[in-house]
DNA sequence: TATTTTTATGTTTACGTTAACATAGAGACA
DNA sequence: TGTCTCTATGTTAACGTAAACATAAAAATA
């Protein structure tokens, strides 16, 4: 006989307490098939008098079905990234289920790696921040025959189903209404070495539109670094201190544009008249600013709470091979840094 | 439409395959025990070639190690938490461990569902965010006989380990320097409706060392909302339009301070002549403003990789039995405005 | 050369659960 | 009264993997 490492009670040693037998406590306990109230009662006591916990593992392995949902983000170093976890996490967690998460970093290789172990989870459904992928991560996804619900961006095929916005338009909506309100020329702020793949596009959309109207983009200043307030007002202070001064910035992310108005702010620049401003994603402290950034307010909360709740709300139809983008729209954001 | 259950390949296929037996596949493939180069090449060949993905579920079931951490917090709707989240998963993730977790919204019977919810997937440790829990929930995770890490405060019986800081001595701290500067009229400003355990510490803490100077607590203002800096703002412009005017306030965290402190920049009051301000996480967008906060720097990212490495490093020594506490330390930013 | 050790592989079984099938009594209906 | 359906329970097998045990050839040692 060997000795076991842990004891943990299981659904055999309540059934022994209970006087019943194993599957009727599986059945009790699930919910699932015929068990009488007095018998039901009997079993629940005994699993709480002796603690046990059921074996998600167990379950799953027999059952097919693991309640678990595979997240995917770049990093959790952007509020944007957390707004769109809590929304996955509170779409899956009222279905029972429970997100299983990692990040890439912004590296496709990473990425390959992550989903290769999260599949090995057997998750039902898989969600992917952004819509770029590498060919074996998307080729493993599809094998693996689960759900999967990519978020932000619209801008490309996706493997089967998008909730998200058009960068490239984001981009050139702002860029649209900088001209409009004469701004002619531009630099560019961007941040972790142009890995963030959303942000060239909106970066991309912007050139078009000032390119079309014949406007100048003087620079573009890229940092390797992530993002920051601080580095949006380093930045932004060389720009103001160099000889050929744009009248207009555009940065990648509010972040940084926030560090841009705070060094306006700080120094008695005025906003536009001195130098315009815009960002991306309209983050909530700008509202406790005294100005208000022009910027684009995004559904992030709800692109993770819909892709949450298509992967998981039973009443759902899947689209296994058909391809959709659910565009969940931006929202300009006037303010009065144009 | 009804989801097919897919055939995926299993060690089966995979042995086939490559013309060995299930178990060569299984050692090939976890490098434990003998297995020839030869038969290496051929197996991992074989994987690649029908795509085979392990199946954690059985592997976890037989082999009880499931390479999980579970991990409960309050919220993700705070920098703080996700700092602390992203220590853990650094620290698991490089053991190839994965974090499962979930978020109570600072209820403790939510809790306890959650890490009722969590122990069935049978992780190696968990990680808890506070050091205040139901007796039902320390019962739950000392019955389930696995690692225990509790984060973020120490000013309590930890179940086992806990990596934090006294939010009392932090209190203390604050209010013996803003003392030190004179100010002798506060008024304390919260938000959770008090549900933030480790803020009321920090308040009392404040509290003992204010009384203790026959300082006057003039008011408390406690909102039910989350903090953020808009509501802070609000707080302190009602603050400061009151007749009995403090000179100074504490805030519960950063959030509410940034906000305090954004109201003041805007509306040309001086810090810290006509009010003194203090808040506490040191949060890196203070670093744009203008005027440096006083605050009370934390080690988050540090405290969740500490608990992490701990739970899952094979050549830590853990601590079943015994409590103890790790104190993590904090450091007070003077800053500008007090 | 004989013996022991190391390497390499296979076979059987168990992890804890649920699906599928089996059985039997209670009540409904002809 | 006999058959049929519904309810309540039990029995057996299977999910995919790794531990335990078994075996045999190759290498090291005596």
């Not at 793949?197 to 390797?224: H, M, P, V």
């Amino acid at each position: 006989m060997t000795i076991k490492k842990t004891a943990r009670p299981t659904m055999i040693d309540v059934a022994q307490r209970a006087g019943v037998s194993q599957m009727t406590v599986s059945r009790a306990m699930s919910g699932k098939g015929y068990v009488s109230e007095e018998v039901r009662l009997k079993v629940t006591a005994a699993a709480k008098e002796i603690g046990y916990v059921q074996n998600k593992l167990a379950h799953g392995l027999r059952s097919e079905n693991t309640q678990l949902v595979a997240v995917v983000l770049p990093t959790l170093g952007n509020s944007v990234f957390t707004d769109v976890l809590t929304g996955i996490t509170d779409a899956v967690t009222q279905h029972g289920f429970r997100p299983v998460f990692g990040v890439t970093e912004y590296s496709q290789e990473s990425e390959e790696e992550l989903v290769q172990d999260l599949l090995s989870w057997r998750p039902l459904g898989i969600v992917l921040a952004g819509i770029e992928h590498s060919e074996t991560t998307r080729k493993a996804i599809i094998a693996s025959g689960i759900r999967v619900a990519e978020i932000m961006d619209i801008d490309n095929s996706p493997i089967s189903i998008a909730f998200g916005l058009s960068h490239k338009a984001a981009g050139k909506k702002t860029a649209e209404y900088m001209l409009s309100k004469g701004h002619r020329r531009f630099v560019y702020v961007g941040s972790q070495g142009g890995k963030d793949l959303r942000a060239l596009k909106r970066f991309e959309g912007f050139l078009e539109a000032i390119n079309e109207e014949g406007a100048t983009l003087i620079s573009t200043e890229i940092s390797t670094l992530p993002s920051s307030l601080a580095g949006g007002l380093r930045t932004t202070e060389q720009i103001l201190s160099a000889a050929d001064k744009p009248d207009a910035i555009y940065y990648a992310n509010d972040d940084l544009a926030a560090g841009g108005l705070m060094y306006c702010i700080s120094n008695g620049i005025r906003t536009p008249e001195d130098i315009a401003l815009a960002g991306f994603n309209a983050l909530p402290f700008l509202d406790a600013f005294p100005i208000q950034l022009t910027t684009i307010r995004t559904p992030r909360y709800e692109m993770g709470w819909q892709a949450g709740k298509y992967l998981v709300d039973p009443n759902h139809t899947h689209y296994a091979s058909e391809q959709r983008c659910i565009d969940v729209g931006f929202e300009l954001i006037t303010g009065d840094t144009c």
